[in-house]
């Protein structure tokens, strides 16, 4: 079974410190990795994915994640933050295997003081 | 608005009792999802339909929960007996995919289910 782990439940930060969000998936075969976003008061968004190809892949927003494959990794980042990515991200992934279920890690708190 | 809605956005039941509640989908999409999310965690898979076809479920769907989606379009998911630990945020997404090849999940707002 498929499993992904956000390492921080916290993040807080001021505005224009650069971001980066640790996402890491247990699953041997192909995969697809997303990561959502959920704004305060609102419903989870796609920021960006990963399906193949170039494994840096750009988002919504300005940010960017890049697939290790070797480490298992799919890392959100974004060089400069503003008071408005406060919100909660999460690292989702789905096994190619037909199957649809993705599976989300537990979500990373990110507070952006201005 | 054409995204995925969800009715009732609120419910607050006492325990034992049905509660059910109603999913549409954004209207070309044949993929139809359900999730449950508590506080604290990421949304949890419950199970899902292609079309009509209930594909698969979890197994954190109890025989309490059932779930339908009878004409390929809107979906209800029922909990019977409801209980405390029910309590959730109960997430439908939607998708199209052809070919058998996955594409993005667009989620509802949710329907919060405060079980007393």
């Known amino acids: 079974a498929q499993s992904v782990s956000q390492h921080n439940h916290h993040v807080i930060l001021s505005e224009a410190a650069s971001l980066e969000l640790g996402c890491n998936y247990s699953?041997?075969?192909?995969?697809?990795l997303f990561w959502y976003v959920q704004y305060p008061g609102q419903h989870l968004q796609l920021l960006l994915k990963y399906f193949s190809g170039d494994p840096l892949v750009k988002g919504i927003k300005g940010f960017e994640a890049e697939f290790i494959k070797s480490k298992f990794s799919f890392n959100l980042r974004k060089p400069s933050v503003q008071w408005s990515d406060t919100a909660e991200y999460f690292c989702a992934v789905n096994a190619w295997s037909g199957y649809s279920t993705l599976t989300f890690g537990k979500g990373t708190m990110l507070l952006v003081s201005p | 608005d054409t995204g995925v809605s969800q009715d009732p956005r609120h419910k607050i039941t006492k325990r034992g009792q049905n509660v059910t509640f109603r999913c549409d989908p954004i209207s070309e999409h044949n993929r139809l999802y359900w999730y449950r999310q508590t506080l604290g965690q990421g949304p949890e898979f419950l199970t899902y339909f292609q079309n009509e076809a209930q594909l698969e479920k979890s197994r954190l769907l109890s025989d309490r929960f059932s779930a339908e989606r009878p004409k390929g379009s809107f979906s209800t998911l029922e909990i019977q007996r409801t209980e405390q630990g029910d309590s959730a945020m109960y997430l439908c997404?939607?998708?199209?995919?052809?070919?058998?090849?996955?594409?993005?999940?667009?989620f509802g707002p949710g329907t919060r289910l405060t079980v007393t």
């Open positions: 997404a939607s998708s199209f995919v052809t070919s058998g090849r996955d594409d993005e999940q667009y």
């Open positions: 699953y041997g075969g192909t995969v697809n």
